[in-house]
T-cell receptor, first 110, second 113 residues
């Protein structure tokens, strides 16, 4: 069974701080995706990482896929209140089945 | 291009009843996947349909079923509702089979009393 463990579960920080969210598995995934979900909405895709060792940057967000394609991280630099939300990692389980981590609930305070 | 739409957005039912939720994918998308999101279990995959065929199924009881129509719109049905079925039900559509970007709808919030 493919599982994704996400940590930390909760994160409460001040504006301007940096943070890292981790997503780990004992299984190899062909790709990993990161989503952000706000209350009352569905998850919105931030990035997809496919190649082991890949690093992708999206403004202040940096995503990394582990060399063995079993883990990934999301690093946010100088967090802003607008970054508040639920961050979810998801692995490709085949035939459009996504296997989600439990999520990291981030609160950024002004 | 319009996004994924789900109806209704909110629903209140009582135990033992059944419910049907609807999902209209992005125009041109042929795959629709359904997920259940609860505080305790997070997001869990229910099933996926492509060209009116169920190709993948999660680990949910037979009370949960779905179908897809020729226009790619999909419905899911839950029979004999239980309190534990209270959740946000999300559908996602993608362009084609295989691993492709999935776009999520806003979800249907189901409350079972």
């Amino acid at each position: 069974t493919q599982l994704l463990e996400q940590s930390p579960q909760f994160l409460s920080i001040q504006e301007g701080e940096n943070l890292t969210v981790y997503c780990n598995s004992s299984s190899v995934f062909s790709s990993l995706q990161w989503y952000r979900q706000e209350p009352g909405e569905g998850p919105v895709l931030l990035v997809t990482v496919v190649t082991g060792g890949e690093v992708k940057k999206l403004k202040r967000l940096t995503f990394q896929f582990g060399d063995a394609r079993k883990d990934s991280s999301l690093h946010i630099t100088a967090a802003q209140p607008g970054d508040t939300g639920l961050y979810l990692c998801a692995g490709d389980g085949g035939y459009n089945k996504l296997i989600f981590g439990a999520g990291t609930r981030l609160a950024v305070h002004p | 291009k319009a996004g994924v739409t789900q109806t209704p957005r909110y629903l209140i039912k009582t135990r033992g009843q059944q419910v049907t939720l609807s999902c209209s994918p992005i125009s041109g998308h042929r795959s629709v996947s359904w997920y259940q999101q609860t505080p305790g279990q997070g997001l869990q995959f229910l099933f996926e349909y492509f060209s009116e065929t169920q190709r993948n199924k999660g680990n949910f009881p037979g009370r949960f079923s779905g179908r897809q129509f020729s226009n790619s719109r999909s419905e899911m049905n839950v029979s004999t509702l239980e309190l534990g079925d209270s959740a946000l039900y999300l559908c996602a559509s993608s362009l084609d089979q295989g691993s492709d970007t999935q776009y999520f709808g806003p979800g249907t919030r189901l409350t079972v009393l």
